[in-house]
């Protein structure tokens, strides 16, 4: 069954740094998404992303990220300069449409693990 | 604001015993609703995705049910096995302007022993 894969499955930063978070959705998907989950908290929209372009982001999605599908098949999220609270899961998801019915569906990764020290 | 609650926030039970999970949101005017399973420490599998204009959804030993007007969706698990053990999140996409982010609840954990 396809899936949405996600690379590294952990990342160890200094604050100021930047990174870069790697997903590749499923492969007949059309929109996708960044979510993250702070340890013990719930998981929490960033960032929607279909035709090469935002479609919504939310007011934690500021000016230190940004994201990018520089080619057909990856998706990634990028932090300019790290901050301790930014530290959490962060998961990729992806759904084929948002025309109703199964199509909806948001399929997520495993997940990158960021830390930042 | 949509805040999404989920109770119990956690729950044991022995194997074999039938469960419910319940999710509750404040605004009617969803779009969808879905239910996940996470891991320890993994990604989020769908389990089943239920259309505001349903009632209930099913898929093997999973039923969910919808209620909109009063903002309440369950999640029923029958005859539980050990491997049902995970944390149970539900989540909802709002209707109208958002390309289909999903708001969250916190989750129930769910702890079947043998």
């Known amino acids: 069954e396809p899936e949405v894969t996600q690379t590294p499955s952990h990342q160890v930063t200094q604050m100021g740094q930047e990174v870069i978070l790697r997903c590749v959705p499923i492969?007949?998907?059309?929109?996708f998404y960044w979510y993250r989950q702070i340890l013990g908290q719930k998981v929490e929209f960033l960032v929607s992303f279909y035709n090469n372009e935002i479609s919504e982001k939310s007011e934690i999605f500021d000016d230190q990220f940004s994201v990018e599908r520089p080619d057909g098949s990856n998706f990634t999220l990028k932090i300019r300069s790290t901050k301790l609270e930014d530290s959490a899961m962060y998961f990729c998801?992806?759904?084929?449409?948002?025309?109703?019915?199964?199509?909806?569906?948001?399929?997520f990764g495993p997940g990158t693990r960021l830390t930042v020290l | 604001k949509q805040e999404v609650t989920q109770i119990p926030a956690a729950l044991s039970v022995p194997e074999g015993e039938n469960l419910v999970l319940n999710c509750s949101f404040t605004d009617s005017a969803i779009y969808n609703l879905q239910w996940f399973r996470q891991d320890p420490g993994k990604g989020l599998t769908s389990l089943l995705l239920?259309?505001?204009?349903?009632r209930e959804q099913t898929s093997g030993r999973l039923n969910a049910s919808l209620d909109k007007s009063s903002g309440r969706s369950t999640l029923y698990i029958a005859a539980s096995q050990p491997g049902d053990s995970a944390t149970y999140l539900c989540?909802?996409?709002?209707?109208?302007?958002?390309?289909?982010?999903?708001?969250f609840g916190k989750g129930t954990k769910l702890s079947v022993k043998p």
């Open positions: 239920i259309q505001s204009s349903q």
């Open positions: 998801a992806s759904s084929e449409a948002l025309l109703g019915g199964r199509t909806d569906t948001q399929y």
């Open positions: 989540a909802v996409r709002r209707y109208g302007g958002s390309q289909g982010n999903l708001i």
């Open positions: 492969s007949n998907h059309l929109y």
